[in-house]
């Protein structure tokens, strides 16, 4: 059995399921984004999960990971507590899905969401931890190491 490329929707029995990585901010321009997510003047309801990724893909590309990671983790916890909702904050996901997206070098996070946007969901990180480990009240606190599958590792993308 052939495995579907990375872009093709999952199958389920007779039920067809494409799952769309939401940018409820791509109107705004890169730097519009950083300053209306600094300034908290962005909407909770433009700040999902394809724009966490965003922030991700921004940073990685402007600064060293190590800079990049404590760049996007404290972007969403200063946020997420200035919105009144800091227990959305999960640190293991935040770590994972950075240093997932330092694996890849697109030219920009629209072609890298072309390309992958069917894969960037839990399902992804299901590769890599069993759901009880994520969902664990350690992952949530401290970065928690995959139990299933080491992930994927390159150099950073922007040298320090």
């Known amino acids: 059995m052939s495995r579907p490329p990375f872009n093709s929707p999952r199958h389920f029995g007779q039920l067809e399921l ?4 939401v940018i409820a901010s791509a109107a705004l321009g890169d730097d519009e984004f950083l300053a209306a997510l ?10 999902r999960h394809g724009d966490h990724l965003r922030l991700a893909w921004l940073h990685l590309h402007r600064q060293s990971f190590e800079d990049a990671l404590a760049s996007t983790r404290s972007s969403i916890q200063k946020y997420a507590a200035y919105h009144g909702v800091p227990h959305i904050f999960h640190e ?9 997206l330092s694996t890849h070098n697109e030219d920009s996070f629209t072609e890298f ?20 480990a994520l969902d664990s009240p350690i992952a949530k ?6 139990d299933k599958d080491p992930l994927p590792t390159v150099p950073a993308l922007v040298d320090p």
């Open 141 to 146: 606190s401290a970065w928690l190491p995959p």
């Open 18 to 21: 494409i799952m769309p990585v």
């Open 38 to 47: 600094d300034a908290y003047s962005l909407p909770l309801s433009a700040f």
């Open 113 to 132: 969401i072309r390309i992958h946007e069917s894969r960037l969901n839990r399902d992804l990180l299901h590769r890599f931890w069993t759901p009880s």
């Open 92 to 100: 293991t996901l935040t770590t994972a899905w950075v240093k997932l």
